[in-house]
């Protein structure tokens, strides 16, 4: 609940501000919130702007968690008494406080549950209702169903639900299905159906073969790999043995664990042997080939040996060499 101001231009072409009292209040048809006035207290040249925001926060304290019939019956109460609350804002009242009391009276959130001054029925009860009606005689077929639920597009999933008891066949609908409009529920999807075919039968007999030859395979690959001595790292174990080329042609497809300084101090000197093994300016590519690693891995390695001296550099990019000084 706030004051709100209008801003307007009169028919002298001048322009005018007006306050009022609104309340945002929730619209399910349009699915958003609405500004619904509560009261409005006329030009602002003639309200006191203090006993203004007094008298919106007493109504809020009153208004506090009120429904919309509620507010409606409120705001119909409000302005019949709509002269005697602008006197207690107007700025020649020389009040300083609002008579609460008094305003609980023209309130009167009791009478709205009084079947004599109950106002009308609001918009979702009546969406309810007509939603009811609706499903009360079963369509003979799920469509049909479904048409009378997206006919009523305004109502909410929990009035759905709370309608299942009216209607069995309701329960069977799914919110795709309500959404989309098409029926996908009893339907068998094409993994079902495929399933379903001969030739997709899977033997058990020659699954398990399937999986023991894996088993064998793996164990095989296993055996055939290079065994590491202890006390050798993997990178000089990964730089003595020949490794599988990879794409391109060139080298090794897997990096070397250079996480310790031992592990790099180590790889450091197998470049720097396979340089000295050269004896020619050799390119990052060739000692791929030759040592191992990647060549971000190359490239660290041999800036570390040209920053202590122990190899020189020259070319640029891809013309780059390297060799022992």
Do not use: C
Not at 72 to 93: D, F, H, P, Q, T
Not at 152 to 157: E, F, V
Not at 167 to 180: R, Y
Request: proline share 5%; glycine share 6%.
């Amino acid at each position: 609940m706030f004051l709100r101001r209008n801003k307007v231009r009169t028919s002298q072409g001048k322009h005018a501000t007006y306050l009022s009292i609104v309340h945002n209040t929730w619209d399910g048809d349009k699915k958003q919130s609405v500004p619904f006035v509560l009261l409005p207290l006329g030009a602002e040249d003639s309200v006191d702007p203090t006993l203004a925001d007094r008298l919106t926060k007493a109504m809020q304290r009153l208004l506090d968690g009120a429904s919309r019939n509620e507010m409606e019956y409120s705001a119909e109460r409000l302005k019949a008494a709509s002269k005697e609350i602008k006197r207690w804002v107007n700025v020649e009242a020389g009040r300083k406080n609002i008579p609460a009391k008094r305003l609980a009276e023209i309130i009167d959130l009791a009478g709205a549950t009084n079947s004599g001054s109950r106002p009308r029925k609001s918009t979702a009860a009546a969406r309810s209702t007509s939603l009811r009606a609706a499903i009360a005689s079963p369509p003979r077929t799920r469509q049909r169903l479904l048409d009378t639920v997206r006919d009523h597009r305004s109502a909410t999933l929990q009035e759905l639900v709370e309608l299942r008891g009216v209607n069995p066949m309701l329960a069977k609908l799914t919110v795709g299905e309500i959404i989309s409009g098409k029926l996908t529920s009893g339907v068998p999807s094409r993994a079902v159906q495929a399933s379903k075919r001969p030739e997709a039968r899977v033997d058990k007999s020659k699954s398990k073969t399937k999986s023991k030859t894996k088993t064998k395979t793996k164990s095989k690959l296993a055996a055939t790999k290079p065994a590491v001595k202890r006390g050798v790292t993997r990178a000089t174990a990964t730089a003595k043995t020949p490794g599988r080329p990879n794409a391109a042609g060139m080298g090794k497809d897997t990096k070397v664990r250079l996480r310790t300084a031992t592990e790099r101090n180590v790889f450091d000197a197998t470049v720097l042997r396979s340089l000295k093994a050269t004896k020619a300016p050799t390119s990052i590519s060739e000692l791929e080939s030759s040592v191992g690693g990647s060549q971000p891995q190359l490239r660290a390695s041999l800036t570390r040996l040209v920053d202590i001296g122990k190899v020189g550099k020259s070319g640029s990019q891809r013309w780059t060499r390297y060799r022992v000084k």
